[in-house]
């Protein structure tokens, strides 16, 4: 099939690539003109592993093309997806104008009727917007599908490839028709494609996501209990996750859920739950317990250190809001290096991947190094917010060796509090007993 992918971002970069290698031809387009300019030199504008090998392979077989030229793309396809960024607004919803316009810009460019994919995580009664747009705008009867993507970034190319299902919110079966077609190579392992009306599929992707946000809301909060009761969070989490119908998976303490999906999702999904009179009181306390989670690392430090962090100095390991992505958005690192930074503190950081991201808004107040160890040096302490696998086995002599004092705040509880207690270390984890 002729497909446009329209936004070329996290979502329509890895849905563009992925459908271009299962045969179709594509054109993703953006209108960030810098972003389309880099592909085409073979720049990726993200860190998604292995994407960059299946961009050059689709490129190279002259299936997958980039433009910022957008109307070009919807010119000759049958299917368009819409893949635009959906941000959240200040009043908490999510910001359709993106949506909107690239509508707006199909209805006005289209020469036949097409499919419309909207792959944006968008709110309850967009498809129905779109749709009036469309027909305003132009003269063809173009279908519209509620297609949200579930991938999660650091696994996008086999969440996409290998979904646990997908969802089509469509009307005629004809559309569904043009669906199971595209997507039929996808699911040849048994997993389901569901299709259901509009409105249902936009809201299941809210119901994902926000379950999800509560899940680890719920594990963040017992763990702050499990430290007043004298339990430990990991036993906590065993013990209870191993019924089935509670699940081990998903269920980890930490920092705080960031990225650029559940904070805004979360707020969307309260937006409309208040907009139809049903406040999600759920939802609620969800982002609040999320809220004071990312300043949880900030306050064990104060508590170890107090008040005012003049002449300390920190190494942080970790930026991104989880590993295997450089996305900075809502991460949890920036609330614990703002705080320390205003207690006058000073910190170097180190990430695998994020440390361009996140420079943009740290800029120089913070010393970004070359490597784990190199930010060790005269540290007071280590402070792990993302657990990169590389973190998890670290190299013992040199921490002991660089750092200044031998104390670690262990965000993500990936270290064994034994072995560091055997070394002299104080560890301070998430939800355990501090040793
Ligand atoms: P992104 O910000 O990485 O990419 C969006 C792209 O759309 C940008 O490159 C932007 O320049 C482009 N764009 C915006 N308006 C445009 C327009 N009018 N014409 C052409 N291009 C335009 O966003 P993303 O992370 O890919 O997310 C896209 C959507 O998918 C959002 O609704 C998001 O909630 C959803 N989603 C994201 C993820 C994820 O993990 N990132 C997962 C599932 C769903």
């Known amino acids: 099939m002729d497909i446009a992918v329209i936004g070329t971002g996290y979502v329509g970069l890895v849905a563009g690539t992925c459908l271009a290698d299962l045969g179709h031809d594509v054109v993703c387009a953006d209108k960030d003109e810098q972003k389309i300019a880099g592909l085409l030199e073979g720049q990726m504008p993200i860190y998604e592993p292995g994407l960059d090998q299946l961009v050059a392979r689709n490129v190279r077989e002259g299936r997958l093309q980039f433009t910022a030229d957008t109307p ?15 941000p959240m607004a200040e009043d908490g919803s999510a910001s359709l104008s993106g949506v909107l316009a690239v509508a707006k810009l199909i209805g006005e460019t289209a020469t036949a009727a097409l499919t419309v994919v909207i792959k944006s995580t968008v709110p309850v009664g967009t498809a129905d917007k779109v749709r009036e747009i469309l027909l305003e705008s132009g ?42 077609r595209l997507y039929h190579p996808l699911v040849r392992t048994g997993k389901p494609i569901h299709f259901m009306d509009n409105r249902s599929a936009e809201l299941s992707k809210y119901a994902a996501n926000a379950f999800l946000a509560t899940k680890i809301s719920f594990i963040n909060d017992l763990a702050n209990l499990c430290e007043r009761v004298g339990a430990d969070v990991d036993a906590v989490r065993r013990g209870a996750g ?22 805004k999702d979360v707020q969307a ?6 907009e139809y009179g049903h406040p999600l009181e759920i939802l609620e306390a969800v ?24 002449g300390k100095h920190f190494a942080i390991w970790g930026l991104s809001f989880k590993p295997r992505t450089d996305d900075m958005r809502e991460a949890p690192s920036l609330v614990l290096i703002e705080e320390l930074l205003q207690r006058g503190a000073t910190v170097a950081a180190y990430d695998p991947e994020a440390m361009e991201e996140a420079k943009h808004t740290l800029g120089d107040r913070v010393a970004f190094g070359d490597s784990s160890d190199a930010v060790l040096n005269g540290a007071d302490a280590l402070v792990l917010v993302t657990e990169w696998s590389e973190f998890r086995n670290p190299d013992l002599d040199e921490l002991k060796q660089r750092m200044r004092q031998r104390i670690i705040f262990d965000g993500r509880n990936i270290y064994d509090p034994e072995l560091f207690r055997e070394i002299g270390f104080e560890l301070y984890a998430i939800g355990r007993p501090s040793v």
Do not use: W
């Open 287 to 310: 982002e609040a317990v999320n809220y004071r989670q990312k300043q949880v690392l900030g306050q064990k430090v104060i508590k170890r250190f107090g008040e005012d962090l003049t």
């Open 72 to 86: 070009s793309a919807i010119l000759g396809c049958e299917v368009c997806y819409i893949a635009v960024g959906t």
């Open 139 to 180: 003269s063809h009867a173009h279908e519209v599908v509620s297609n949200p993507e579930f991938l999660k970034e650091g696994s996008a190319v086999n969440d996409f490839t290998s979904p646990d299902r997908i969802i089509c919110g469509c009307r005629l079966p004809e559309t569904e028709e043009v669906m199971r």
């Open 269 to 274: 999904l309260m937006f409309t739950a208040r």
């Open 242 to 263: 191993s019924d089935s119908r509670i699940g081990l998976r998903f269920f980890f303490p930490g920092v705080g859920y960031g990225g650029s999906c559940f904070p």
